[in-house]
């Protein structure tokens, strides 16, 4: 198993990807606003809020399909560690959805209804906290693609983060054998481009989020060390047991 995370890992990291273009187009226009409309006649503190909303929207797109990602991983995985892993991440994020949605106001998507039809659903128990994997990720808002609208960034990037969560997950899927390597090398691989990106909100947002910033970049940096530590741990047994079956 290669120890190179970027390699098999490219579904995952791109979650996070389009969030720096996404804040950029949001402080000069918010949900609503009439294209060329005078933004700049609003309040400081005003627009300020409207800033730091945005963001966290963004962000809470993000760790959302971070725990869609780890329940379709949890059913696969065979090593202990790996589904401990999976855990602490829903675990952790969830907790971090739950401050974001309130900071997030009218800008998040709102929670969508189980589908009908018997849908096949993911669900999965941990502590006090349920989750369902069809009611994780609402529905995308399509407005913006309409002929004549404002591009609405914030949309723009859920659909690009579900497309890709989406992909992560086929690829998971395809490559069962390897899952425990492919989970954590995804989770290596987005984790790294994450908290990237959560240093550039930093420098965008008010002192109310930057303080919530940087608890989820403090959580994250944890799970990066984790997530690589036990990504090194199943290569070295892949590799003992590929020397094994050689011999």
Same mark, same amino acid.
């Given at each position: 198993m290669r120890n190179n995370y970027g390699w098999y890992c490219a579904p995952l990291c791109l979650l996070f990807v389009g969030t720096s273009l996404c804040l950029a187009q949001a402080q000069q226009q918010t949900p609503g606003q009439p294209a060329g409309s005078p933004a700049a006649a609003a309040p400081a503190d005003q627009k300020m809020a409207s800033t730091d909303e945005q963001i966290a929207a963004v962000i809470l797109a993000? !760790?959302?399909?971070?725990?869609?990602f780890a329940i379709t991983a949890k059913p696969l995985l065979q090593s202990q560690s790996a589904k401990d892993f999976a855990d602490k991440v829903m675990q952790d994020q969830q907790a971090?959805?739950?401050?974001?949605?309130?900071?997030?106001?009218?800008?998040a998507r709102p929670a969508r209804a189980p589908a009908a039809g018997g849908e096949q659903t993911a669900k999965i128990q941990l502590g006090k906290l349920k989750f369902e994997a069809s009611t994780v990720r609402?529905?995308?808002?399509?407005? !913006?693609?309409?002929?004549?609208?404002?591009?609405?960034?914030?949309?723009?990037?859920?659909?690009?983060?579900?497309?890709?969560?989406?992909m992560a997950k086929a690829d998971l899927k395809n490559n069962e054998r390897h899952a425990d390597e492919i989970f954590m090398g995804q989770e290596v691989a987005g984790l790294m481009r994450f908290i990237a990106e959560l240093k550039v909100f930093h420098n965008h947002a008010s002192g109310t989020l930057r303080g919530q910033i940087d608890g989820v970049r403090e959580t994250a940096e944890k799970h990066l060390k984790q997530a690589k530590e036990i990504h090194q741990s199943l290569a070295r047994e892949s590799g003992r047991k590929g020397d094994t079956t050689k011999e």
């Open positions: 993000c !760790s959302r399909n971070e725990i869609e971090a959805c739950d401050k974001l949605e309130k900071i997030a106001g009218g800008h609402p529905a995308g808002d399509t407005q !913006s693609g309409r002929a004549g609208s404002p591009l609405n960034w914030i949309r723009i990037h859920e659909e690009m983060s579900d497309e890709c969560v989406e």
